[in-house]
């Protein structure tokens, strides 16, 4: 199916580093959304963008919904230990009243202390 | 808190047999949830949507007949995998979100599969 295209896969960093992750698409959504993805979970909501140029914050996370909606980044700052796992970029798409996730391939973070 | 609950969160199974792994939603209603599939070091793909009171609808290559869906109520979505072979070890995740098109998708926990 549809895929995202996220970038980079991998980040190693040292605790304190910024963070910048992004996604992209050929195709237009009307909402991105980022995961985070701890091992043997379920990915849980970080951030919702729902308009084009839409900058929001949820503490150390920033994320943007890019003005040609067809991409989305996602900064984190000041990195601690507990933000090690898997970041997923997802776009919306409504398709015949029926809301469906288009997923990036994901951004694996690991943090040396 | 949690809004969307699974279970199990592991199971162990031998070939043939069948596995059932329930989706509920917490504190809303959802007339729709979503079934994924995730790979190891991989991206969640889409298997099926799971609609209440009618059938479900599976994404191109997944087989209606091999993974059963149930949405009997609007809490409640059921994933059953019949005559499970190991290729079907993987993690099932399911998702639902509340009513209205702004509503992001919530992620239960997981299911590992294990078909040994």
């Known amino acids: 199916g549809q895929q995202l295209n996220q970038s980079p896969q991998s980040m190693f960093i040292q605790e304190g580093e910024d963070v910048s992750m992004n996604c992209t698409s050929s195709?237009?959504?009307?909402?991105w959304l980022w995961y985070k993805q701890d091992p043997g979970e379920g990915p849980v909501l970080l951030i919702a963008?729902?308009?084009?140029?839409e900058l929001t914050s949820n503490g150390r996370l920033t994320a943007q919904f890019g003005i040609t909606r067809k991409d989305s980044f996602l900064n984190i700052s000041a990195s601690i230990p507990s933000d090690v796992g898997i970041y997923f970029c997802?776009?919306?798409?409504?398709?015949?009243?029926?809301?469906?996730?288009?997923f990036g391939q994901g951004t694996r973070l690991t943090i040396n202390p | 808190g949690a809004v969307v609950s699974q279970h199990p969160s592991r199971v162990i199974c031998k070939s043939g047999t069948s596995v059932k792994i329930e989706c509920r939603s917490l504190?809303?209603?959802?007339?729709?949830m979503f079934w994924y599939r995730q790979f190891p070091k991989q991206s969640l793909m889409l298997m099926a949507t799971?609609?209440?009171?009618?059938?479900?609808?599976?994404e191109q290559g997944v087989e209606k007949d091999k993974f059963l869906i149930n949405h009997a109520s609007l809490t409640l979505s059921t994933l059953t995998v019949t005559s499970a072979h190991p290729e079907d070890s993987s993690f099932y995740i399911c998702?639902?979100?509340?009513?209205?098109?702004?509503?992001?998708?919530?992620f239960g926990n997981g299911t590992r599969l294990t078909v040994t």
């Open positions: 998702s639902a979100s509340r009513q209205g098109n702004n509503s992001p998708l919530h």
């Open positions: 195709s237009i959504f009307n909402t």
């Open positions: 963008l729902y308009k084009a140029g």
């Open positions: 997802a776009g919306r798409e409504i398709i015949q009243g029926a809301q469906k996730l288009v």
């Open positions: 504190d809303f209603q959802a007339t729709t």
């Open positions: 799971s609609n209440e009171g009618s059938k479900a609808t599976y």
